[in-house]
């Protein structure tokens, strides 16, 4: 099998190569992406690339593959490789740091617009704050999030405005928190997506459906948003 | 932390009222279009005095009306979109962006006019 890796490391190159190395696969087991890149580096230690729990846990190896986004670690070579070629690059729209290392600086600062926190002014009771089975079910396939950002990478929206739209990631995270019955600023944050660009720049394209990792869907949840806002006028 | 929440600067509704008028628009542009199919299916061959008597009925001019400034506003809002799109960032982007919403702007004011006077008969 052929891998084509991305390569650029800005200080040094005047423009980013892909390198083609040879990667023999064994016949008796399946290998994930990141088992390969694992070895490439050993032939060639300047590869750079994030890693960490290797397991779809930590979300740090997020990158394109033949085209699709997706964890390096749970990824099946079988699943994606095409005419015995393998090519990574690194998640599309985000600024380079070297190879497939990105700058996720505005990914999380899209993040960080949606105050991803439980805001309750109530008094605190004394041991904890209480859910019903449903009140939490509303949780699932919102909370599981890993911020991988595969998802608001692989949208055309977010390529175009990344400093306005929140992006899929962002707004999963931001829907979180409206469903959340112990939080109680749901009309001030409400009050904050209204706009031309945070979340209205979703266009229902469904790529961040399609890349997610984990499964979950943040098309649905930004159209549940889109429902809130509905309402709350 | 609920402090900074609400001292910070409230954001617009615009997007949401785009939103929504792009959805009723379209429903009034979709409503038309049935009713034109509807009344042609309805009478075969209608001569120029039917279309006429038609079209210069006073629920026919109102619909048609409607229909136009639905059509403009709907427009508007998916040009508009479209620019902020493919058009970004400051200094002469920004200025080749004001031009084209206000080309597109004129465009659909001229279209609107125009499309009233035909309406009514007045052009
Ligand atoms: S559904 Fe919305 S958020 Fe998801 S990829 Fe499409 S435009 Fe982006
Ligand atoms: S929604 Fe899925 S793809 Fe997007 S950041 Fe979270 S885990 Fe990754
Ligand atoms: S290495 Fe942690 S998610 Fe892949």
Not at chain 1, 211 to 228: E, F, G, H, W, Y
Request: aromatic share 10%; glycine share 6%.
């Amino acid at each position: 099998m052929r891998v084509r890796v991305y390569r650029y490391v800005p200080e040094q190159d005047d423009a980013p190569r892909m390198q083609d190395y040879e990667f023999e696969l064994p016949q008796d087991r399946e290998l994930m992406v990141l088992d390969v890149l694992e070895e490439l580096r050993l032939q060639d230690p300047t590869i750079a690339y994030r890693r960490s729990c290797r397991e779809g846990v930590c979300g740090s190896d997020g990158m394109n593959m033949n085209g699709r986004n997706g964890l390096a670690c749970k990824t099946t070579v079988s699943s994606i490789v095409a005419r015995d070629t393998l090519t990574l690059r690194p998640l599309p729209g985000l600024p380079v740091i070297r190879d497939l290392v990105v700058d996720m600086s505005q990914f999380y600062a899209q993040y960080e617009k949606i105050d991803p926190y439980l805001i309750n002014d109530e008094e605190p009771p004394e041991k904890e704050r209480l859910q019903s089975v449903e009140e939490r079910e509303k949780l699932d396939g919102l909370y599981e999030c890993i911020l991988c950002a595969c998802c608001s990478t692989s949208c055309p929206s977010y390529w175009w405005n990344p400093d306005k739209f929140i992006g899929p990631a962002g707004l999963l995270q931001a829907y979180r928190f409206l469903a959340d019955s112990r939080d109680t600023a749901t009309s001030e944050r409400l009050e904050k997506l209204g706009d031309p660009y945070s979340v209205f720049r979703c266009r229902t394209i469904m790529n961040c459906v399609d890349a997610c990792p984990k499964d979950l869907n943040p098309t649905r949840a930004i159209s549940k948003i889109r429902t809130m806002l509905i309402e709350d006028r | 932390m609920v402090d900074r929440y609400l001292s910070e600067s409230r954001g617009s509704k615009r997007g949401l009222i785009d939103f929504i008028v792009q959805r009723l628009t379209a429903i009034v542009i979709g409503i038309y279009v049935i009713h034109l199919v509807v009344i042609f299916a309805l009478n075969g061959d209608m001569d120029y005095a039917a279309w006429r008597s038609y079209f210069t009925s006073g629920y026919s001019l109102l619909l048609s009306s409607l229909t136009v400034l639905a059509i403009a506003l709907h427009a508007w809002i998916g040009m508009w979109t479209v620019g902020t799109d493919y058009i970004r960032g400051e200094g002469i982007a920004k200025t080749l962006r004001l031009t084209y919403q206000g080309l597109i702007g004129v465009a659909l004011v001229f279209f609107l006019i125009w499309s009233l006077g035909l309406i009514w008969g007045l052009l």
